[in-house]
């Protein structure tokens, strides 16, 4: 079993400069499953996920303590390439962010500033994450147009495709529906779980039903600490906390 | 006390009528002062427009713009003004724009927070208020002098480069912050480093807002005399300048020396006026690039 862990969080704390938002938390998160973590706003899941591939680093006067495992490696030791560390976990962001450019460049981007030239081998894996990510139908004919331009479900698939173009090994969905309709919703959340064949994913959602319609395992967050953590089957048929029972169950959150 | 309570509520209507009345009457006055207000600056900006083109007018022809000045300023043209304003201008953006986009770059992507920073914020902005005359002077005793660049094209260039730089570098920091965090953070999620980041996303986005401010800038500096009293401009020469190193007249410069020298005072002052027309449309044509540069970049943003 412990070879299928793929990311393995130990007693990590983090504080933003004297708030202290996570207390203590032990994750392990399994290889080609999703991992849901849900909890009520400010219980400290979006703080959690962005500490996977670093992305806490850019606040100033925010401190980590404990220790994150990506395949048995501490990725906050004085050794690890954060910019390594990024290309294999990679991110998708609770508003989609596509770049002011076209379709095409926002998903050469990642590949070009890796150093990749060879424009055949671009344009396939251009087509290739396109594909993966559910939209080359819908965009096939405007790989030239600016991304800004498309509608906000798309633009999130857009920014999956660009994601998968840079052949992450993780990916971690930060509430990746907040700001789409039921339907994009629906396409991302099909999505999700196709991609899980080929990654490691980790998503952020304050929508426990998105959690119990997508997710393998299930973390429920309250007040910066791990309440429980197990089977999302488990989580959302028989919790052992009462306090998740009742959260489950709209009582509070 | 329920009639007093309903007393103290008819009180209260009462007053809130009146105040009414009285708001409302403030309100049109205050908004009366305020079309006034904008109406005065407009008036200004027109006549001034206005008298510079009805005088000004009457001298420009092709021959104006594209011939040399003969029979001591009285026939001819103004070509060679034009043409040195032109390459003090160039050579000002081609040093200022890198010297400011790099200087607004490390301001707002590494630059450290702290004291240090802040008063170099603060000098930075403290030299936009330098008077011109002193940037001449500066101009005069470095470029001139200590460089032994001489009175030139490129002593002249510098020193308007160097009074454009504050503005350069505020704008182009302004531009540089509004690029949207989310850009940042999706290349760095991307794997992509600092650098790779500014160059190839942040820089891209912000380009546009650069651009205008840098040509706002030029184009502010380029209508001055006082820089380039000492440091290039001359009153008269033959032809053109044929070097970097050439002194060259400029049409503020020679808008100034047509007022204040010579024999012929009514000539010269229909001249000057001439000059002044092509500096406006100069400087106002270079201000609707820079606007037409903004639409474009609204535009991009979906705005």
New interface residues.
């Given amino acids: 079993m412990d070879s299928d862990i793929k990311i393995r969080a130990e007693n990590v704390n983090f504080y933003y400069s004297e708030t202290h938002v996570l207390k203590d938390i032990s994750l392990d998160i399994y290889a080609n499953q999703v991992t849901a973590i849900i909890g009520p706003s400010g219980c400290g899941k979006s703080t959690f996920i962005r500490l996977l591939?670093r992305?806490n680093d850019?606040i100033?006067g925010a401190r980590m303590q404990g220790e994150i495992l990506l395949d048995g490696k501490d990725i906050y030791s004085p050794r690890t390439d954060v910019?390594?560390l990024?290309?294999?976990v990679?991110?998708v962001?609770q508003?989609p962010?596509?770049?002011?450019?076209t379709v095409f460049e926002n998903i050469a981007?990642?590949l070009?500033?890796?150093g990749i030239r060879d424009r055949a081998f671009i344009r396939d894996r251009v087509k290739q994450s396109l594909k993966k990510a559910a939209i080359y139908e819908e965009v096939q004919n405007r790989l030239n147009e600016?991304a800004?331009?498309l509608s906000g479900g798309q633009q999130q698939r857009i920014?999956i495709a660009?994601?998968i173009a840079?052949e992450p090994e993780v990916i971690l969905f930060d509430e990746p529906c907040a700001s789409l309709d039921p339907i994009s919703t629906r396409k991302i959340e099909e999505l999700i779980l196709e991609l899980k064949k080929d990654y490691t994913i980790v998503i952020v959602t304050h929508n426990m039903q998105q959690a119990a319609r997508v997710s393998d395992f299930t973390a429920f967050l309250y007040l910066g600490e791990v309440i429980e953590f197990g089977p999302t089957s488990k989580i959302f048929t028989v919790p052992e906390k009462k306090m998740t029972e009742q959260y489950l169950a709209g009582r509070f959150g | 006390m329920q009639d007093k309570s309903l007393l103290q509520n008819k009180d209260m209507l009462v007053y809130k009528t009146h105040s009414m009345k009285g708001k409302d009457i403030s309100q049109g006055l205050g908004f009366m002062l305020l079309v006034l207000c904008t109406g005065t600056a407009l008036v200004f900006l027109g006549s001034i427009i206005y008298f510079i083109t009805i005088r000004g007018i009457r001298v420009i022809s092709w021959e104006f713009i594209t011939d040399v000045p003969r029979m001591a300023m009285m026939k001819g043209g103004v070509a060679p003004a034009i043409i040195g304003t032109f390459y003090l201008t160039l050579v000002s953006i081609s040093f200022a724009f890198p010297l400011g986009l790099a200087c607004a770059i490390y301001l707002t992507e590494y630059s450290p927070k702290g004291t240090i920073i802040n008063i170099i914020r603060l000098s930075i902005n403290n030299l936009a208020g330098v008077p011109s005359i002193v940037f001449g002077l500066f101009g005069f005793a470095v470029f001139v002098n200590a460089f032994g660049f001489g009175v030139s094209i490129l002593s002249g260039g510098l020193t308007l480069g160097i009074m454009a730089l504050p503005g350069i570098i505020a704008t182009s920091q302004d531009a540089i912050l509004a690029v949207p965090q989310s850009y940042r953070e999706a290349s760095l999620a991307l794997g992509a480093t600092h650098w790779d980041t500014i160059k190839k996303v942040v820089l891209p986005a912000a380009l546009p807002g650069i651009l205008t401010g840098v040509i706002l800038n030029v184009g502010r500096v380029a209508g001055e005399t006082a820089p380039i009293l000492f440091t290039a401009a001359t009153f008269y020469t033959r032809g053109f300048p044929h070097s970097i190193f050439s002194e060259v007249m400029a049409l503020p410069y020679h808008i100034y020396a047509l007022m204040t020298e010579g024999t012929h005072p009514e000539v010269q002052t229909q001249i000057a006026y001439g000059c002044a027309l092509i500096l406006l449309c100069l400087v106002l044509s270079v201000s609707a690039i820079a606007i037409i540069l903004r639409q474009r970049q609204r535009k991009m943003y979906g705005q």
Avoid at chain 1, 97 to 101: A, D, G
């Fill in positions: 591939n992305m850019l100033p910019v390594e990024r290309r294999r990679g991110m962001f508003k962010n596509p770049f002011p450019k981007y990642g070009i500033i890796n600016n800004l331009m920014c660009r994601c840079v």
